[in-house]
């Protein structure tokens, strides 16, 4: 299994582009579910999500074209709508075919996605939202078996905030008949993404970006042309990794208005940061300020960031509050970065991190994508070197990992 090995110190400088954003290109492939037409997608990110995502496609009929970052996906002979247990229990977010499957082919059988290394995260919303648009479901054997002649359009309301949940809902509603309302639906920018090409599509959805959606279906929907929107958790990462170094790194494709809450925070710890239409430019010339952050649906403080954070907190002056609100079980690497020499207090959801002058390297284990990105930048500042084992999980989300850092001037080493 790949390692990661890490030589603390360098100071982040330079300039690397962002790549296409993991959650928002997830749910569009899927999308292409909900037509007979081709569609093509660009800036697809090449990382194992995507891959699994493409073989799940795959083995249910539809063809598949990728040439370096386009993506084209033609579901003209989709025959299978199955997701089996052997590629859902990779990734959560196979999920995602569901609504999509059940809308276009009045059938799917997905395998139940299961637990995962941050909380229960079950799938019941989008069950509840599926059934009240007339699907009958039954929960045999690990799969959620769906059924309907054709999707009705319903009010639906959903006892939290889901992202995929909403992104799932909404595009089962694309080709339901009638008037699909979603309401405390996710005000996520992946979410508006996914609108935008659905729309782009034929479809009639008014709302994404607020908490009400509402979605006119439609008989069929049609090929189109898709770019991905930057990944903000990616430019989230790197402008924390730039900061805990006392770098200087500029992210090109990218924008700050999809992350206010983080570049806020990164303001109160002391970085100065320059934004412009399609870049970030962080400058951080001095130790960081501790800061309190309280993770929330978008636009508040992405959980997705936590752990980052909780790892510039490390290093930072002064006492941090985290609350971690979204999942119940996602301190993983608070316990890793101890080995690191952190000082962090873990009670229920809420840690606490006392800032040290400095950590010292050691070998560490990644448990989840965003605990290993926290190890990662962690590795970066401790003097010496570290060893972060299991960095599948790093595959899975962040693109060209060491190279983006080699070009920044880290010392990352990929062993096997
Ligand atoms: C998405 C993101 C993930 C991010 C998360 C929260 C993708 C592919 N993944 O995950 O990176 O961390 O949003 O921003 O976009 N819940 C239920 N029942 C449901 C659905 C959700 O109880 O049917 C709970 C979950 O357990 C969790 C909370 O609701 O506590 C939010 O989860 P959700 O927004 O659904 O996360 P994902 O969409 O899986």
Redesign the pocket.
């Known amino acids: 299994m790949d390692k990661l090995l890490i030589e603390g110190g360098p100071r982040l400088a330079g300039e690397i582009a962002i790549s296409g954003a ?2 928002a290109a ?2 569009l492939l899927c999308a292409a579910l909900l037509t007979r037409d081709p569609v093509t997608f660009t800036h697809v990110p090449d990382l194992n999500d995507i891959g699994t995502m493409l073989r799940l496609l795959a083995q249910m009929g539809v063809k598949v074209e990728r040439e370096g970052s386009t993506v084209t996906l033609d579901a003209g002979g989709l025959d299978t709508p199955v997701a089996p247990y052997e590629l859902v229990k990779t990734m ?2 196979s999920i ?1 075919v569901l609504g999509p499957l059940v809308a276009r082919m009045g059938e799917a059988r997905v395998s139940l996605p299961g637990g995962c290394a ?11 939202g599926l059934q009240a648009m007339g699907a009958e479901i039954a929960v045999e054997q690990g799969y959620v078996h769906a059924r309907t002649a054709r999707l009705k359009g319903a009010r639906l309301f ?8 909403t ?1 799932n809902l909404m595009m089962a509603a694309c080709l339901a008949a009638g008037e699909t309302v979603i309401e405390n639906a ?1 005000r ?1 920018p ?1 979410v508006v993404d996914l609108a935008n090409c659905l729309v782009a599509m034929g479809a009639r959805i008014s709302g994404a970006g607020t908490d009400v959606i509402r979605i006119q279906g439609v008989e069929s929907l049609h090929g189109t042309t898709h770019r991905i929107m930057p990944d903000r ?1 990616e430019t989230g990462t790197y402008l924390c990794a730039a900061a805990a170094t006392g770098g200087d790194v500029r992210l090109t494709g990218t924008s700050a208005c999809y992350l206010d809450a983080v570049v806020d925070k990164l303001m109160d710890a002391g970085c100065e940061i320059e934004t412009g239409r399609d870049f970030i430019h962080l400058h951080a010339s001095r130790r960081l300020t501790a800061v309190s952050i309280r993770t929330a ?2 636009p508040a403080f ?3 960031m936590q752990a980052q954070f909780m790892a510039i907190n490390t290093v930072a002056e002064g006492t941090a509050v985290i609350r971690e609100t ?3 079980n996602r301190y993983m690497h608070a316990v890793e970065l101890i080995r690191l020499g952190a000082d962090i207090r873990i009670d229920g959801n809420t840690a606490v991190v006392q800032g040290k002058p400095a950590l010292e390297g050691a070998t560490v284990m990644a448990t989840d ?2 605990a290993s990105a926290s190890l990662v930048i962690a590795g970066l500042v401790a003097r010496g070197e570290t060893l972060v084992e299991r960095i599948y999980h790093l595959d899975r989300g962040y693109e060209h990992l060491e190279q983006k850092l080699a070009a920044l001037g880290a010392r990352v080493r990929r062993v096997r």
């Open positions: 993991k959650n997830l749910p959560r977010a995602l941050i909380g229960a995260r079950p799938v019941d919303q989008h069950i509840k959903t006892d939290m905030v889901t992202v995929t949940g992104e996710a996520e992946e958790i649906p978008y992405p959980t997705d979204i999942f119940e994508l965003r």
